[in-house]
């Protein structure tokens, strides 16, 4: 009798240990799987083939190569400057594009390198308010932007702006145009053509 209580216990024991590493494997996460590479900081949303320009901020990611990575600020001249590999040009580039300059100039110096371009900040798209707005100054254009839309950004249009006698100043073919906007017109969906999409380098003027 004892023999076979001693038996029963024994098996007790043993499920009980059972079940519970069972529950603890469960719970227990895995290891994760190890990446192909590093995970790409977010960058700002960009029109398709956006191309990158002067002041533009870039962060460079080289994975096995830490100490070459970073956030490069593109200058006046289009150029960045990398650890080992020097002045890059970017400007005139898609971050595609210059992926693969930069994978290139690398690889005289680091082997296979893999490089990652996340364009951080746009500052070479802009367009400019003045006046009675709520938040006049620099606007970047991350996508298409209308008049409209852009006004609304910078807080609106003052009451007593004289809203019917807006301009947008724009450079074409090397001179400068004036387009008229009258924003009571647009706002009541009349004259709708007026409310045109900006362009980098244009000034929406608010009497």
Request: net charge neutral.
């Amino acid at each position: 009798m004892k023999k076979l209580m001693a038996r029963a216990a024994a098996v007790a024991f043993v499920l009980a240990a059972f079940l519970v590493t069972g529950e603890a494997s469960q719970q227990a996460p895995g290891p994760q799987g190890t990446s192909n590479g590093p995970a790409a900081p977010a960058g700002v949303p960009l029109p398709a083939g956006y191309v990158i320009g002067p002041d533009d901020v870039l962060t460079v990611l080289f994975w096995r190569d830490k100490e070459m990575s970073g956030d490069f600020a593109v200058r006046p001249d289009g150029m960045i400057s990398l650890l080992l590999v020097n002045d890059v040009k970017a400007a005139g580039l898609t971050p595609e594009e210059l992926r693969d300059e930069v994978t290139k100039a690398a690889s005289k110096f680091i082997d296979d390198p893999t490089v990652t371009i996340v364009v951080k900040e746009i500052n070479s798209r802009k367009v400019f308010v003045t006046g009675m707005v709520g938040k006049p100054g620099p606007y970047p254009l991350t996508g298409p932007t209308s008049v409209m839309q852009l006004l609304s950004m910078a807080g609106g249009v003052h009451e007593f702006a004289k809203a019917k006698n807006i301009m947008i100043l724009r450079q074409e073919n090397g001179r400068e145009v004036a387009l008229r906007f009258n924003y009571d017109d647009v706002k009541r969906g009349r004259n709708l053509k007026q409310n045109v999409e900006l362009k980098p380098g244009d000034t929406i003027i608010v009497p």
